[in-house]
């Protein structure tokens, strides 16, 4: 089955402990992506990647870091996480970028930081 | 980017059908409409794009008039289970980022 895989689902740290979310698609997607959503703000990007080892700032990346070293895993490092960095995050990939691609979304990992 | 505007919500009954009809004005030549559901809690999903015209699944169906500047996503005979948030996307390969907007929450109710 086509899917993109988050872990873990739930996550409570504590500020300044640095986490890391993994994500893992199994669909040969080059183009990866990160989204945090907020009440009253909706989706907003923080960072993507058009190929292993090509990362870039979407519009949130601050506090945030990625790496692509493989095709299939993109994971979200917070170093030292803060509580604004509370939220419900979610992996997407897709064929390639753009409006006009089908994008699969992971199941979201709610990230609580106190 | 296209401007794209949607009813912040809408209310159905099992059994009929919901059209959502999302506003596009600046939309250009190359863009498409892609529409994308998202119950809470989780990850959009996919549900149906289209160009011109009209377009069919087995989940919907997306009418866009000749002049493209809306286009209406039409879900036949909702259940409970179509309680959503229902989002309108315009545009084409060249963007980075999926732009989502504040979508239209579709309440179902028995």
């Known amino acids: 089955e086509a899917q993109v895989t988050q872990n873990p689902r739930y996550l409570i740290t504590v500020t300044g402990k640095k986490l890391t979310v993994t994500c893992s698609q199994n669909m040969n997607h080059e183009y990866m992506s990160w989204y945090r959503q907020d009440p009253g703000l909706g989706l907003r990007q923080i960072y993507y990647s058009m190929n292993v080892e090509v990362t870039d700032k979407g519009d949130v990346p601050e506090g945030y870091k990625v790496s692509r070293k493989e095709k299939r895993n993109f994971p979200l490092i917070l170093e030292s996480p803060s509580p604004n960095q509370t939220s419900l995050y979610f992996c997407?990939?897709?064929?390639?970028?753009?409006?006009?691609?089908?994008?699969?979304f992971g199941q979201g990992t709610r990230l609580t930081v106190v | 980017l296209a401007k794209t505007t949607q009813p912040i919500s809408m209310d159905s009954y099992e059994g009929q059908e919901v059209n959502i009809t999302c506003s596009h004005n600046?939309?250009?030549?190359?863009?498409?409409i892609t529409w994308y559901q998202q119950f809470p809690s989780q990850g959009p999903r996919f549900i149906i794009q289209?160009?011109?015209t009209k377009v069919t699944n087995e989940v919907a169906s997306l009418f866009i008039p000749a002049d493209r500047k809306s286009s209406t996503l039409s879900l036949p005979r909702v259940s409970l289970s179509d309680t959503a948030v229902y989002y309108c996307l315009v545009g084409d390969r060249g963007y980075s980022t999926l732009t989502f907007g504040k979508g239209t929450m579709l309440l179902v109710s028995p």
């Open positions: 289209g160009y011109k």
């Open positions: 600046n939309i250009a030549t190359n863009d498409y």
């Open positions: 997407a990939s897709s064929f390639r970028q753009g409006m006009n691609t089908e994008a699969f």
